[in-house]
């Protein structure tokens, strides 16, 4: 019901930085009631990275605090994840989550395709 696209993502050493973003788009009316971040590395579980409810109340993952940033924009269909200081453990497909409310039809949870974050040593 609601479409997440996300984009930002390519290969960056250690040290480096990369801006995510997701773009929501709908045929219907709706707003996002929470945004969220993923990230799943091989071999590993789909983990919480940052989460950010209501536009204002924000989470992070303890491997993340102080260097990874949720933000939404000024449109409030999309959303952002600036990411400093970055380290080859962050390598992994990002996904970007959002609980979306449409306008008469009710709440729905919706997954983006992911993008590939890769950090090289």
């Known amino acids: 019901q609601v479409q997440l696209v996300e984009s930002g993502g390519g290969l960056v050493q250690a040290g480096g930085s990369l801006r995510l973003s997701c773009a929501a788009a709908?045929?219907?009316?709706?707003?996002?009631?929470?945004w969220g971040w993923y990230r799943q590395a091989p071999g590993k579980q789909r983990e919480l990275v940052a989460l950010?409810?209501?536009?204002?109340?924000?989470n992070y993952a303890d491997s993340v605090k102080g260097r990874f940033t949720i933000s939404r924009g000024n449109a409030k269909n999309t959303m952002y994840l600036q990411m400093n200081s970055l380290k080859p453990e962050d390598t992994a497909v990002y996904y970007c989550?959002?609980?979306?409310?449409?306008?008469?039809?009710?709440?729905?949870?919706?997954w983006g395709q992911g993008t590939q974050v890769t950090v090289s040593s």
């Open positions: 709908s045929q219907f009316v709706f707003e996002i009631n929470t």
């Open positions: 950010m409810r209501d536009g204002l109340n924000t």
């Open positions: 989550n959002a609980d979306a409310r449409l306008l008469g039809r009710g709440d729905f949870d919706s």
